[in-house]
């Protein structure tokens, strides 16, 4: 009779203790999701400046950042002669044309902009194999675009040639690679499966595809770098050089 009283104390003191420690680690992951969420919230007040502020030119419906600081093989993987280099105002001002501009090195990224990027709504393999062999060669890269007319969006990032995490929604889902990731969930998007179909929204609430397609620009900053922030940064570079040094620009 001891022993079986034994036996149950120590059973109960088990479970007890997985409980407390299953309690131990919710707090931990609770504070750290927390955390997370007040970052958010400065990053969204961060960006709502940014929005504030006068920018002359379009953001880019289309972009990579490629972490490297080596705008000589970044052009010379794409195709871009030196010798068409291109002040940043004017390539933010012709990212809809038909070319591809390079910027310089911003914080150890550079951003690449222009209609040759391939679109996925158009082709998204071609998309992926451009990523594919830019990432081969260059380690990490990022694509990102947001149609906010036609709320159509893409994100992808590749490292080393491998997709670690890619989403690309056109009306259906088009890419979607890779599991969910801890800055997506905190910025809420809603990612679909292949042909799963979207659900009719009440009135007054906003699409997961609105809200997905405005926060794109807030999952490049915590991904790689803010476009925003980058182009003042190039722009600033820009006014501060000599009108008359006749070398190329980035």
Not at 145 to 164: C, E, I, K, M, P
Not at 192 to 199: H, M, S, T, V
Request: hydrophobic share 40%; proline share 4%; with cysteine.
């Amino acid at each position: 009779m001891d022993s079986l009283v034994v036996g149950l104390l120590v059973s109960l003191g088990c479970v007890l203790g997985l409980a407390f420690a299953f309690f131990v680690i919710y707090r931990h992951h609770l504070r750290r999701l927390r955390r997370a969420a007040r970052a958010l919230s400065v990053e969204e007040a961060g960006s709502s400046k940014h929005r504030r502020r006068p920018f002359v030119f379009q953001m880019p419906a289309r972009w990579m950042a490629i972490r490297s600081s080596n705008t000589h093989l970044v052009r010379e993987l794409l195709g871009v002669s030196e010798e068409v280099a291109v002040p940043w105002s004017e390539a933010l001002s012709r990212s809809r044309e038909a070319f591809l501009f390079v910027s310089g090195p911003v914080d150890g990224w550079t951003l690449v902009v222009g209609g040759r990027l391939p679109d996925p709504v158009q082709d998204v393999d071609a998309l992926f194999r451009l990523l594919n062999r830019l990432s081969r060669e260059l380690g990490e890269v990022h694509f990102y675009s947001a149609d906010r007319v036609l709320q159509f969006h893409t994100w992808a990032r590749l490292d080393d040639g491998r997709v670690s995490r890619a989403y690309s929604w056109a009306g259906e889902t088009l890419w979607n690679e890779g599991r969910l990731t801890l800055e997506e969930r905190l910025l809420g998007f809603r990612c679909r499966a292949y042909c799963e179909q979207p659900e009719s929204v009440r009135y007054g609430d906003t699409a997961p595809e609105v809200h997905n397609t405005e926060r794109v620009v807030l999952l490049a900053r915590r991904w790689s770098v803010d476009p925003v922030t980058a182009s003042e940064h190039l722009l600033q570079q820009e006014a501060v050089q000599s009108p008359g040094d006749d070398t190329p620009r980035e």
